[in-house]
């Protein structure tokens, strides 16, 4: 989202983060029992490993972020998407981001092509861009773990290179689909089928909300899970 270094929208409050995003009755509440992801609205996930390995992407939407990190991710330096101030952290936690997109000292930076291993999880970033999002600026993330490929789209459109990703066997793919600062539904439904993503998660559905059922709904993919911001998932192959 278009939405320079500053924040145009509200910024969300801790006081309605935690009601948002408490553990569904029988859910995944500690390490061994299965990795799983939580969406929290806009562009925010959380995923915990079959170990316990902790990630938060693109942390501002409300939700519980008292977890503490291992990893944090931002694909870009727009104020919805780079809120790390919000999370909860380890000792060693790592914050890994475009250069410029967080201004938190330490982090570290990775860029289109790039890779960094995190405990249990390997990471790649891949391109992202569109005319709100400039590619030098903007990244997706794709994430290996417990035998998952997990895909986070970031802000962007379709990229001619989306073609040639079925190579990663990706399982889930988290896409946008706005269609105002970022594309529509049916260009994201491309997306998830030049992929061949086993399973697609509809993120950033709204212009300037937290989530659009209507557009979530709208993208087609063989299996859509359609998550309600402080609704959960059990990730499998």
Same mark, same amino acid.
């Given at each position: 989202?278009?939405?320079?270094?500053?924040?145009?929208?509200?910024?969300?409050?801790?006081?309605?983060?935690?009601?948002?995003?408490?553990?569904?009755?029988?859910?995944?509440?500690?390490?061994?029992?299965?990795?799983?992801?939580?969406?929290?609205?806009?562009?925010?996930?959380?995923?915990?490993?079959?170990?316990?390995?902790?990630?938060?992407?693109?942390?501002?939407?409300?939700?519980?972020?008292?977890?503490?990190?291992?990893?944090?991710?931002?694909?870009?330096?727009?104020?919805?998407?780079?809120?790390?101030?919000?999370?909860?952290?380890?000792?060693?936690?790592?914050?890994?981001?475009?250069?410029?997109?967080?201004?938190?000292?330490?982090?570290?930076?990775? /860029?289109?092509?790039?890779?960094?291993?995190?405990?249990?999880?390997?990471?790649?970033?891949?391109?992202?861009?569109?005319?709100?999002?400039?590619?030098?600026?903007?990244?997706?993330?794709?994430?290996?773990?417990?035998?998952?490929?997990?895909?986070?789209?970031?802000?962007?459109?379709?990229?001619?290179?989306?073609?040639?990703? /079925?190579?990663?066997?990706?399982?889930?793919?988290?896409?946008?689909?706005?269609?105002?600062?970022?594309?529509?539904?049916?260009?994201?439904?491309?997306?998830?089928?030049?992929?061949?993503?086993?399973?697609?998660?509809?993120?950033?559905?709204?212009?300037?909300?937290?989530?659009?059922?209507?557009?979530?709904?709208?993208?087609?993919?063989?299996?859509?899970?359609?998550?309600?911001?402080?609704?959960?998932?059990?990730?499998?192959?």
């Amino acid at each position: 989202m278009n939405l320079g270094k500053g924040l145009s929208l509200p910024l969300v409050s801790l006081g309605l983060a935690v009601a948002s995003a408490q553990p569904a009755a029988g859910s995944p509440a500690q390490a061994g029992a299965g990795p799983e992801l939580g969406y929290f609205g806009r562009a925010t996930v959380k995923v915990r490993t079959a170990e316990g390995f902790v990630i938060y992407i693109d942390p501002y939407a409300p939700g519980d972020y008292s977890e503490p990190a291992d990893l944090i991710l931002v694909t870009h330096g727009h104020g919805d998407h780079n809120e790390v101030r919000l999370i909860a952290r380890k000792p060693g936690t790592v914050i890994l981001a475009p250069e410029g997109a967080v201004s938190e000292r330490g982090a570290r930076t990775i /860029s289109e092509g790039g890779t960094f291993d995190a405990g249990p999880v390997k990471v790649r970033a891949l391109p992202a861009e569109n005319r709100n999002h400039s590619r030098n600026e903007c990244v997706g993330y794709l994430l290996s773990f417990d035998g998952i490929v997990l895909y986070h789209s970031g802000d962007t459109n379709w990229l001619p290179e989306m073609e040639t990703w /079925s190579r990663y066997h990706i399982d889930w793919a988290l896409l946008c689909c706005d269609g105002f600062y970022n594309m529509p539904p049916a260009e994201a439904s491309r997306c998830a089928a030049a992929m061949k993503a086993a399973h697609v998660i509809p993120i950033h559905s709204s212009k300037s909300g937290l989530f659009d059922e209507k557009n979530a709904r709208a993208v087609t993919a063989p299996s859509l899970v359609v998550l309600r911001p402080g609704e959960k998932t059990p990730l499998k192959p």
